[in-house]
């Protein structure tokens, strides 16, 4: 199954997208590049958690998810670039990230938080030195990622068009 396929099954309902990561520190930072890609091309429910995922607990369980998607770059001992979705139970087989929260305990907050299905796209890096730039491969990861997820989680509504109410 190829990874769109997998996004297009696993994705179901109102996504909430929350990307992880320092951006000064090289490939670190792709989980939130995308949030900000994805937030500029109006994608709603969208995210940038940055180091302190934690802290988008309340906010993302404020917008009624049925599914959060979590962008990291995570160990898969895999070439660099290489992406791949995670489901919860699969992430103790990866080593933990440089952030404060293991991943899997974070899905866990925000499964009991939410009560939707929480999944984690993990990104290979190539490295996360401080002040390095991001690598070929993962940026190209990170573009084709934008690209896909803003074709399948859309655009929201346009600033300034009506929104439907109870009295229109």
Request: proline fraction near 7%; charge should be negative.
């Amino acid at each position: 199954m190829s990874l769109e396929e997998a996004l297009s099954s696993a994705l179901a309902g109102r996504v909430a997208l929350v990307g992880i990561g320092n951006r000064l520190r090289g490939d670190d930072g792709v989980g939130s590049a995308l949030a900000g890609r994805l937030a500029e091309a109006g994608v709603p429910r969208v995210f940038d958690g940055q180091e302190l995922p934690e802290d988008m607990v309340a906010r993302v369980a404020a917008t009624s998810p049925d599914t959060v998607l979590l962008v990291d770059a995570v160990d898969l001992g895999a070439e660099p670039g290489s992406v791949a979705l995670i489901d919860g139970d699969q992430t103790m087989s990866y080593l933990p990230t440089t952030h404060r929260i293991p991943s899997e305990l974070l899905m866990q907050v925000l499964e009991r938080a939410t009560g939707a299905r929480c999944l984690l796209l993990g990104v290979q890096p190539a490295g996360t030195g401080f002040g390095r730039a991001m690598s070929p491969e993962v940026s190209a990861s990170l573009e084709a990622l934008a690209e896909l997820l803003a074709g399948m989680l859309g655009p929201g509504p346009t600033p300034g068009a009506a929104v439907p109410t109870e009295e229109s």
